[in-house]
């Protein structure tokens, strides 16, 4: 199936810990993002990469590094993990340019973090 | 305070009843999208808007992007529970490294049969 897919969809850890969240797409897209969603629905970009280029990089702690080893994988390490860490978080992508702003995002299932 | 207000933040209603759901803002768009979410599951898109005045039309569902490109609506005649999900607007905005979409904090609808 084309789709966005990351694991892992739970993840359960401590506080202080380090953690990865894996995202791959396979609709050939050129751009690809990290957001959150907090408890009340909220969504929130954190990170854009257009072909492996860093273009968006929002006021997040710098423990949240992202990685993007081709245009189709884009990672999250999360270092010293909070209790405020705790979110859904979503792997997008979208075709072109983030200036191309007619393009829609197509998400990932997420992943549900819980920090302890 | 966020850039996108959307309102109502939760609706319940009976089958059969029509809704209509606002996204605001002070700010000008390049175009504005709207999504919807099933628990579990990422926000999917339902259509992008990017002329002042137009209105889209997805069968049951009716989107009007506003003259000046600031608010936008979501209308859905005789819902159904299947319409049940949480409704999200996203305008675009221009920054220094391009457009951002920009989410609001969505409308959870609910329908009862």
């Known amino acids: 199936d084309t789709a966005v897919s990351q694991t892992p969809k739970y993840l359960v850890t401590q506080m202080g810990n380090d953690k990865s969240i894996k995202c791959e797409q396979n609709?050939?897209?050129?751009?690809m993002y990290w957001y959150k969603q907090d408890s009340k629905k909220f969504l929130k970009i954190m990170f854009s990469?257009?072909?492996?280029?860093?273009?968006i990089n929002e006021t997040v702690p710098n423990r949240f590094s992202p990685k993007s080893p081709d245009k189709a994988h884009l990672n999250l390490h999360i270092n010293s993990l909070e209790l405020g860490d705790s979110a859904v978080y979503f792997c997008?992508?979208?075709?072109?340019?983030?200036?191309?702003?007619?393009?829609?995002?197509?998400f990932g299932n997420g992943t549900r973090l819980t920090v302890t | 305070t966020q850039l996108l207000e959307q309102s109502p933040q939760f609706l319940s209603i009976q089958e059969g009843e029509n809704l209509t759901v606002y996204c605001n803002s002070s700010?000008?768009?390049?175009?504005l999208q709207w999504y919807r979410q099933e628990p579990g599951e990422g926000p999917v898109l339902l259509v992008t808007?990017?002329?002042?005045?137009e209105v889209k039309k997805l069968k049951r569902l009716t989107f009007q992007f506003g003259d000046a490109r600031k608010d936008s609506s979501l209308h859905i005649t005789a819902a159904q529970p299947g319409d049940t999900g949480l409704y999200l607007c996203?305008?675009?905005?221009?920054?220094?490294?391009?457009?951002?979409?920009?989410f609001g904090a969505g409308t959870i609808l609910r329908v009862k049969s």
């Open positions: 996203a305008g675009a905005v221009l920054t220094f490294y391009g457009n951002k979409l920009v």
């Open positions: 990469y257009n072909n492996k280029e860093l273009i």
């Open positions: 808007v990017v002329t002042g005045g």
């Open positions: 609709l050939g897209h050129d751009t």
């Open positions: 700010s000008v768009f390049s175009s």
């Open positions: 997008a992508s979208s075709q072109g340019h983030p200036s191309s702003y007619n393009s829609p995002l197509h």
